[in-house]
């Protein structure tokens, strides 16, 4: 990412396990960088729903100098797409759509220092929709102004990444786009280091879906060791469903492919049938949810549970944040999207029914509120990292959305992601409160307590749960939950 402070262009060349790759430094600033390296591939042969694996080996240097494919795209919403994408800019991109998208594109403020913390972004999307690359979304710009090394990358979504097979087909299918994760962080530790970060301090962070994505990973034992912390922006670790669940919902999708008396055709179906039949699924429920499955191999358990367990996470530090009205967003973007959102949750038709027609109060208490407390819970109690938790609660005054009372879902990128270096339209209060962000983000990187205007963050701890409310003049303030007892909550 240039803007007016980069000047000439000179070519910059790294070392990695698969050979040489060529990015561009920007002189007079400093920052270099390099897209579309492979990290992995889907096998060419027969390879939809496998499992990735490691690129293959070049001989001269590899041009790094353009995006590489981002995984094919899905509406999120039947008949409401077009409107929700545009809002959230997941279609404003060039970037081809295809099924081997496993690239990655690393950012660094200087490739000739050494041991700069690294942040690994998860974007969001819905599980279905977005890239490392998306407009709006641009997450260098912490590299550029904070001094770390930043990596973004793309990895396989919707059905491609999540489609369940494995008590359908035989076929290793469970959890790919949590598997194309894992080798993505893998190439990051083996190689971060030729790009002037350092391998021993990774930080993985990301919004809505990108977080949940985290969520996933705390609770995946072959996450252990392959980053040191983690920050999730609205999500948590609720984004699994079982073996049986999954396989039903492969099942309908099968159904809506036109392929049930012959599943294994959907290996080899061209991926506009695939799109079809995804819409076409769609049509019956408003909203699909694509999710983690709880497969007893990659994902032995619920994420939360290992946490708790301490089986899970070991020592991984964590920052949890949350927006003050999450579910403020969805009627928003389209009429009845809050409606529409809470129904296609996983939740009891009683604890819907707890809430009666108030779906935002229901989005945002058992959608984000308790999905958040139940990480810090069972993160604190396992113990082996420290935790601290925030609610923003801020409006930006050059959101589309300004006339919000509250923070909406993802309003809080705005300010995580605000190049300070050149802010454009955004206010003097806008440029402070993304200051407090970001810093809190990269000392929390760094290793350091989060320390902003003064303030020194508070540790989430079993019975201190304080947490920090940023709004101007960010302050501390005790937690309220969503209600432990059912009971209790039926009365509210």
């Avoid at 030729?194 to 705390?218: H, K, M, Q, W």
């Avoid at 604890?351 to 407390?373: K, M, S, V």
């Avoid at 809080?412 to 409160?433: F, I, K, M, N, R």
Wanted: hydrophobic share 40%; aromatic share 8%.
């Amino acid at each position: 990412m240039a803007n007016a402070r980069d000047g000439q262009k000179v070519p910059v060349v790294r070392t990695t396990t698969a050979g040489e790759v060529g990015g561009v430094q920007y002189r007079p600033s400093g920052l270099a960088v390099w897209r579309g390296i492979p990290y992995g591939t889907v096998p060419a042969d027969g390879g939809r729903f496998a499992g990735p694996s490691r690129p293959r080996p070049w001989d001269r240097v590899r041009p790094a100098l353009r995006h590489g494919s981002m995984s094919w795209q899905l509406p999120p919403v039947h008949d409401r797409s077009c409107d929700v994408m545009r809002e959230f800019d997941f279609a404003h991109t060039a970037d081809p759509e295809h099924e081997d998208c496993l690239n990655l594109n690393v950012y660094t403020p200087d490739p000739g220092r050494a041991g700069l913390p690294v942040l690994v972004w998860f974007h969001p999307g819905m599980q279905v929709a977005g890239s490392g690359n998306m407009p709006g979304r641009r997450p260098e710009v912490l590299s550029r102004n904070h001094g770390v090394v930043v990596v973004t990358m793309n990895f396989r979504l919707g059905c491609w990444g999540h489609l369940f097979l494995d008590d359908l087909l035989g076929r290793d299918s469970a959890n790919l786009r949590l598997r194309d994760q894992l080798l993505a962080l893998t190439w990051v530790k083996e190689n971060i280091t030729a790009f002037g970060g350092d391998e021993g301090n990774v930080t993985v962070f990301g919004e809505s879906a990108g977080a949940r994505n985290i969520g996933s990973l705390l609770g995946c034992a072959a996450a252990d060791g392959l980053f040191e912390r983690a920050a999730l922006y609205s999500g948590g670790c609720e984004n699994t469903v079982s073996r049986a669940e999954a396989t039903d919902l492969a099942r309908e999708f099968l159904d809506c492919a036109g392929l049930t008396g012959d599943p294994a055709r959907v290996l080899t179906v061209p991926n506009v049938h695939l799109k079809v039949a995804h819409e076409r699924l769609l049509r019956r429920h408003e909203i699909v949810h694509y999710r983690d499955v709880v497969d007893g191999v990659h994902l032995p358990r619920p994420p939360v549970e290992a946490i708790a367990a301490g089986t899970a996470s070991g020592k991984i530090d964590l920052l949890v944040s949350n927006c003050a009205n999450e579910a403020g967003l969805w009627d928003r973007l389209m009429p009845g999207g809050a409606r529409v959102v809470a129904q296609g949750a996983r939740a009891t038709g009683a604890r819907i029914a707890w809430y009666g027609t108030d779906h935002e109060r229901f989005i945002n208490e058992e959608l984000f509120l308790r999905p958040a407390r139940d990480l810090l819970r069972a993160k604190a109690a396992a113990g082996g990292g420290r935790c601290w938790y925030q609610v923003y609660d801020y409006v930006p005054s050059n959101h589309s959305f300004a006339d919000a009372e509250r923070a909406l879902h993802g309003m809080d990128l705005a300010s995580l992601l605000l190049d300070l270096s050149a802010p454009g339209t955004a206010s003097e209060a806008d440029v402070a409160v993304a200051r407090t962000v970001q810093s809190a983000l990269v000392d929390f990187a760094s290793g350091r307590v989060p320390t902003t205007d003064g303030l020194t963050w508070p540790r989430y701890e079993t019975g201190a749960e304080r947490f920090v409310r940023i709004r101007r003049s960010p302050h501390v303030e005790a937690a309220a939950w969503p209600l432990d007892d059912d009971t209790a909550a039926a009365d509210r």
